[in-house]
């Protein structure tokens, strides 16, 4: 049985990375031809992970279920990416920027990975300039920084509103270059079905082809997932409609360890649900609270239109309940209170369902030329969806499932419980506790992929020189693609009445009325049970168009709806057992007179770390969360 | 709202393809274009026929998978705008709405309304990229780089990769999305080192792939949902002889 070591070095914090970068064995240029490595997605992570490796010499296969890497969801971040540059010489530094994102996760992350995150990511700064991406500058010709939720500096790179296309397309370039020099082989529209693994360690992939249905072998000497997160368990999310949590299910249930999965970031600022076909939600950058004030009517049920309600019968509830942080308080708290101002019958909009987000002060302060300047793309985005004027009136926005804190458990190493299996970027669980501050995704895929796994990766291939090309005809890779041939066959022979399209939104529902922004274990043990049932429901029900073997969407839908009503299980499960409160994960039972987290630390300062087991319930595994330089306090943004 | 559609179905790259039409009753102003397709789809689904394939993910603009000719336009009526930022209120009640994929010999139907775009990605590997190193970079501040050039490089680097310029061209010029990354690397201290091994490659592999040359039509710079603009065109042009001067 796997154990879970997370292998933290030891040493004062400022010097573990450097230190265990010394000591971890290298694979010499000649040696690194004869290993493959094989990289599952190309967003920041997987696009910077790529070309890292392919730089240094080995053979990379980088799959991709789009069909073109430069498409990968994280293309759609919009506000920002952060480093501890402190141009702006307000005090940042690398031990803050550490500190703000452990307090921003509420204390459930590790000191040690957190603390290598912000020490890389100024590396990160440096080499996407390099790269050519055109972050926002000054007239001097200096770099620019603004603000995001949690923080007291300016320490956000951006450009425009489109932070995530222009650093995607920044890797996605380097990526090219090393498929130009041949170093990696792209393979697009892929999907990932089943991870091999051969005397215990990830040797290979199952992957389906697209547009054949080909189902396919690749072999290699370590296998990285880059694939994102899980937050389209709940239909409407601000995530791409394809993303899914597929290739993390496969991994897990060839025994990585599945590491706080309910840890799920509702984000506050999405457009809200416009009818009842929608489907997906789209985001408006945190950015936006840097100058939008958020407010709802001080009377219930006000019907008036926003420019008629008078400055005191506003409710600028962050700034009255947040008076420190205000409008820029972290993502939990911006969502759960935007959520209790609507179920307390103070919402606005058609549905009650939405808060208004309001630039009247900014334009009139700063003119609208400046606001146009930094959000012009958001509110142009806002107008084409909504068909209101952003500069004439306040917007509307409603909290939405978001980015996934939750992930494949990895060690230090980025290394699943799985050897030779690692996972970077939003797919592990490492580097945000129990809620993400704004811009330290971008910063963290980003230092997975250029800046850490290509070290972590050597030391653990170093073993592998004299291995040879892994041959893919071995018992091990036969009855992998077997098992995903047979359930393909499974989902086409249901041929049932739902499609996947109404199975996905009937697990939507469940998820965001059990397991969404507020938990309870009523709720959680009703979400279990429905759960089941859907489960059973959909192994009778299901209606796949189409056959295997040519391009068919639907099957690729069901698949990973198939998927996803198990993970969901898990998700509940996991937020079941943690009966405490931690940033995103917010159990009703556990809160302050004040209605805020109430975390429990002595009871479950942990990773709480799932083990799958065949015919029988996952196992819950314990990592102890040692603070050994941050005190754990009670996170107050007042 | 009821609508009639004409769509484009062809069961393979190697089929032959024809249009088909469909009506759709109670579709809700409200919808997004593509939201309607997937409603269409549900219904030919729950008729036991096939649904029509199409391409999509994010939903809101950005990572230009989404296609589509829409009446005649790449991306629909809109200016602006990609086919998943339509909404239904921009069409009439009772309108036909013809739908295709988009038109390139460069771009082969794969199935239906979905296209092979990958000679984009063989253009920039041709050269689209700084051959920066991971680990080589200086410290970000340490070449200044002038706002207004940065500021530039930024609106050509919002190209999203989608090929609306290709398809809207008469003669499948990619010109518009390789002037867009040339320029934008052009525009940079960085980029300029090998600007011109970039755009001698880039032209060529374009050239190789069979894109069609540009006739100063600007249907390219129409079409683009991200306003793009062909003055990045004649900066390609300018760049590319002066790499033909130099070299010769």
């Known amino acids: 049985m796997a154990t879970l070591n997370a292998k933290i070095p030891e040493g004062p914090l400022s010097e573990k990375w450097s230190k265990h970068k010394s000591g971890l064995r290298l694979v010499n240029p000649a040696n690194k031809k004869k290993i493959d490595i094989i990289v599952i997605g190309t967003g920041l992570a997987g696009a910077s992970a790529s070309s890292a490796l392919g730089e240094m010499g080995y053979n990379v296969k980088t799959f991709c279920y789009q069909d073109t890497p430069r498409r990968a969801h994280s293309v759609a971040a919009q506000g920002g990416i952060n480093a501890a540059k402190n141009y702006k010489n307000d005090g940042d530094s690398v031990y803050r920027l550490f500190y703000d994102m452990i307090k921003g996760g509420d204390f459930r992350a590790r000191e040690a990975n957190v603390y290598r995150a912000a020490e890389v990511s100024n590396n990160v700064i440096d080499h996407y300039v390099a790269l050519g991406v055109p972050f926002a500058r000054d007239y001097g010709g200096y770099l620019d920084n603004r603000s995001f939720g949690g923080v007291q500096v300016s320490r956000t790179f951006y450009a425009k509103g489109q932070t995530g296309q222009q650093c995607l397309l920044g890797t996605y370039s380097s990526l090219l270059r090393q498929v130009n020099k041949g170093r990696v082989t792209m393979y697009p529209r892929r999907d990932l079905l089943d991870i091999v693994v051969i005397n215990g360690k990830a040797r290979g992939i199952i992957a389906r082809n697209l547009v054949t249905g080909e189902i396919e072998r690749h072999s290699a000497h370590a296998v990285v997932l880059a694939t994102g997160g899980y937050g389209t368990i709940y239909y409407l999310s601000t995530l791409a409609v394809n993303s899914n949590g597929s290739a993390a299910w496969a991994a897990f249930k060839r025994g990585a360890f599945f590491g706080n999965p309910s840890f799920i970031q509702i984000h506050p600022t999405s457009i809200p649900v416009l009818n009842e076909f929608q489907s997906k939600l789209t985001l408006m950058s945190e950015s936006l609270r840097n100058d939008g004030r958020v407010w709802v009517p001080k009377a219930q049920g006000d019907k008036r239109a926003p420019k008629d309600i008078p400055e005191e019968e506003r409710d600028y509830y962050l700034e009255r309940r947040y008076p420190a942080f205000g409008n820029l308080v972290p993502r939990d708290v911006a969502s759960r209170a935007a959520k209790e101002r609507c179920d307390a019958g103070y919402g606005v909009g058609a549905s009650g369902l939405s808060v208004y987000l309001d630039f009247k002060d900014a334009i009139k302060k700063q003119g609208k030329k400046a606001i146009e300047n930094k959000y012009g793309n958001l509110f142009e985005m806002y107008e084409k969806i909504s068909g209101e004027n952003p500069y004439e009136t306040p917007m509307k926005i409603y909290p939405a499932g978001h980015y996934t804190m939750g992930g494949l458990w990895v060690d230090y190493n980025l290394m699943t419980t799985v050897p030779g299996l690692f996972a970077i970027g939003e797919s592990n669980f490492s580097d945000h506790g129990a809620n993400r501050l704004g811009a330290s995704s971008l910063m963290q895929c980003t230092g997975d992929g250029y800046f850490i796994l290509p070290y972590t990766i050597s030391d653990y291939l170093a073993d592998d020189i004299r291995t040879g090309a892994i041959p893919t005809n071995s018992h091990e890779f036969e009855a992998a693609e077997q098992e995903v041939k047979d359930k393909i066959a499974r989902i086409l022979a249901v041929k049932g009445k739902q499609t996947p399209m109404t199975f996905h939104k009937k697990l939507g529902k469940i998820m965001w009325n059990y397991a969404g922004m507020v938990r309870n274990e009523e709720g959680l043990k009703k979400a279990l049970v429905l759960l089941e049932e859907l489960k059973e429901e959909f192994w009778k029900d299901i209606m796949i168009a189409g056959t295997a073997n040519e391009l068919n969407q639907e099957l690729e839908k069901g698949l990973r709806v198939a998927d996803f009503i198990e993970l969901s299980k898990l998700i509940c499960m996991d937020a079941l057992n943690r009966k405490e409160s931690c940033g995103a994960h917010f159990r009703e039972e556990s809160q302050t007179e004040n209605g805020e987290a109430r975390r429990q630390d002595d009871l479950y300062a942990y990773v709480s770390a799932w083990e799958y087991k065949d015919n029988a319930e996952p196992v819950l595994h314990k990592e102890e969360l040692k603070f050994e330089y941050v005190e754990l306090k009670e996170r107050s943004y007042k | ?248």
């Open chain 2, 1 to 248: 709202m009821n609508i009639k559609l004409k769509i484009w179905r062809q069961k393979n790259s190697q089929a032959k393809g024809k249009f088909e039409k469909y009506t759709l009753d109670n579709v809700s102003p409200e919808m997004a274009f593509l939201e309607m397709m997937d409603f269409l789809n549900q219904k030919l689904i729950e008729e036991g026929k096939e649904p029509v394939a199409f391409e999509h993910d994010c939903r809101e603009g950005i990572c230009g998978c989404c296609s589509l000719y829409i009446n005649g336009q790449p991306h629909g009526p809109r200016e602006r705008t990609t086919t998943c930022e339509l909404r239904m209120r921009f069409f009439k009640d009772g309108e036909t709405i013809t739908i295709e994929p988009f038109r390139s010999r460069v771009f082969p139907v794969i199935k239906d309304l979905i296209v092979d775009r990958s000679a984009f990605d063989k253009i920039l590997i041709a050269g689209g990229f700084i051959s920066a190193d991971t680990g080589s970079a200086p410290e970000a501040n340490s070449i200044p780089v002038c706002k207004h050039h940065s500021d530039k490089a930024f609106d050509m680097a919002a190209c999203i990769g989608c090929g609306a310029c290709v398809a809207a061209c008469k003669n499948s010029s990619a010109m518009l999305f390789v002037a867009a990354k040339v320029t934008q690397f052009t525009l940079l201290p960085q980029g300029r080192v090998e600007a011109v091994e970039r755009v001698k490659n880039m032209i060529a592999k374009m050239d190789e792939l069979g894109f069609g040359s540009c006739s100063n039509t600007y249907a390219c710079e129409a079409e683009c949902p991200k306003g793009i603009t062909v003055a990045a065109i004649a900066k390609l042009n300018r760049e590319f002889l002066h790499a033909k001067i130099v070299a010769e």
